[in-house]
């Protein structure tokens, strides 16, 4: 009975293990790493990939020999014979000896397409990376944004508390109490949306790591310093020439070129003879014969070998019809290729700019932070005197709120572009 407690308990600590474990907050690093194992599109890239891996499988069982057995079975039925019975059988097996190199660029082909497969997980992966960082600081702006609603509620109920005091002591109108009051539940409200925003974008985040209803999930908030926020944006051109090495699109495009010039070659192998060998043994018994069985089988042995040459002559312009596409594919990944490189730049030059313009705007902000925070404070000692009327409050309220969210938001878009230059030149996010 002790040991059966025993066992019980310990298996309880071990699902309360397990519970507390999965309950742990997610570090952005650890939501990457989940993300790059099991988002859906990341396993469709590599179920592709499988399939390319068969593909080439059979593409190689194509250059080896074919056989095949073959059985028929009859019985036949006369008045002066009445009814036999007859049986065949034969051993068949062919060989494609050439085909103007079809076969073996089959396979070249099928080799490249497969590691371009492989890289396209690379790219789903690398894709899911980015929409959980993006994700993950979407979180971390609307988690400080609702820090700031709460504290700004705070500072109104508190205000509005004041206000009715002054107004009970006929310092101040009911009409700028009402205003004071106004603003207060339009702050409950803005605050409301806030927590609202935060849940949505957990939300979101959640269901790019293909988590289910009831798993729980919280992320963990690190603490994002200046440091972080105005660190040394990389030079963009270094950027770019490290994107072009470590982004798997680029080299899977340019393989996308090397795989269309090698079906090039197919096509044009379909101009070319064809040379195949086919062989065969057959043998077959009858049931009106004067031997037995496996007599039979022997007597009526025989045997065949044959080489095949097709020439082709004239196949209604289907050969060259086939070179033609396939030289206009070549030139349409060679285009693919070119805008591929394009498109990197852009995203690295997007993000470039992005770095620069919000450091900019949050060295701007910080000290438009401080001169609105100095003002509303000087407003807010002056409304309490008499000598501001409630307009003159909220306006300079509004002007710090405003101040505050500028700086927030340059602040995020800044340690996000500045996490994705790193990513583009082959570094890791992290925070």
Known sequence: MDKLRILIVTLLFGVLGTAVRSAEPWTLRACIDYAREHNIQVQSAEVTNSSAGVNLLQAKAQQTPSLSFSTGQGISHSSSEGASYSGS????????????????????????????TLLDVSVARNDIEIAVTEAYLTILYAHENLKTM????????????????????????????????????????DCTVAENT?????????QLLELNLEDAFEVVFPEVEDSMVMASIPDLAEVYAASQEVMPQVESSRLAIEAAEVNEKIARGQKLPTITLSAAVGTGNFSNGDYVFFNQLGTRLNESATVNISVPIFNHRSARSAIDQAELETRSSELAYEQTLKDLLSEVESLWQDAKSAQSRYEAASGKLRSADLSYRLVQEQFNSGMKNAVDLLTEKNNYLSAQQELIQAKYQSVLSLQLLEFYRGGEISL
């Open 89 to 116: 059988y034969s051993l068949n097996a062919g060989l494609t000896i050439y085909q103007g190199r079809q076969l073996v660029n089959s396979v070249k082909k099928q080799e490249i397409q497969t590691r371009s």
């Open 150 to 189: 709460q504290q700004t509620v705070e500072a109104s109920r508190a205000q509005m508390e004041r206000t009715a005091a002054l107004r009970d002591a006929g310092s101040v109108s009911v009409s700028d109490y009402a205003q004071i009051e106004a603003q207060y539940w339009s702050d409950v409200y």
């Open 198 to 206: 935060l849940e949505q974008a957990k939300l979101k985040l959640k």
